[in-house]
């Protein structure tokens, strides 16, 4: 008989998330994307201070961090499309200008693996395109409005985790890139069949401007969760935060 499906501890990761709540950048964010008026809506109450909007907002970001977590589906996929839809060309999008975009020697890379995890430690470039790989047409979705349709490939993430001996029963796996940008998702997201170790576009090898050597690929989260040019993995049941979820982004930041 095989192995119960891994469930998500969702009360448990919604408590880890909902501690990370109370930053001012937090609040602040909160308050220039909700009005006020809006907040009296929804709470039904009088928000005249900022303590109260700061709990009304907290609250706000919790049922939705809440709710993602517990509809999120590990075997339900997101759309796939023919490579006739493909979006020529598909937009770059950063906290930098393209001018910005790091530059990382291949030659010297290597992805490093930490916390919970028992296998190898250290892979280059060469190993990573070594191993099996899968492509898929998906749609990235802006949290800015936009979306556009591209043709990626890579490792199939799970398979990665399983080749490398991660505990699968943490609940966070950590993205640090070469950027200074950092995110974090939660270990079903990390197993979900369509989360790929991104190593090319389009056929051709990652482009710089979408996040050469590699990114992580997640159809079913928004493309602020789907960090580019990494260059470290952390298998923790700490909880990660992230560069714009401590800015008030949601965490689990699902399309």
Known sequence: MPAPAYRPDAASIVKDARGELQSFARRLLGKRILTLGGLMLLSGCDLKTDKSVETMLRRVSAFNDDAQARLFDPRELAPTYPESM?????PFN????????????????????????????RWTLAELRALPQQSQVTRHICIEGWSAIGKWGGVRFSDF???VEADTTAKYVALHCA???????DMPTALHPQTQLTL?????????????????RMPTKLGYKNPKHIVAITITNEFPGGYWENQGYNWFGGS
């Open 86 to 90: 493909i979006t020529q060309p598909f």
């Open 94 to 121: 950063a906290y930098y200008d393209i001018d910005q975009v790091p530059v990382v020697d291949p030659q010297a890379y290597r992805l490093e693996l930490k916390g919970r995890v028992k296998g190898k430690a």
């Open 161 to 163: 985790l399983a080749l």
């Open 179 to 185: 950027d200074d940008y950092w995110t974090s998702i």
């Open 200 to 216: 090319t576009y389009d056929g051709n090898i990652l482009p710089a401007r979408y996040g050469f050597p590699m990114k992580l």
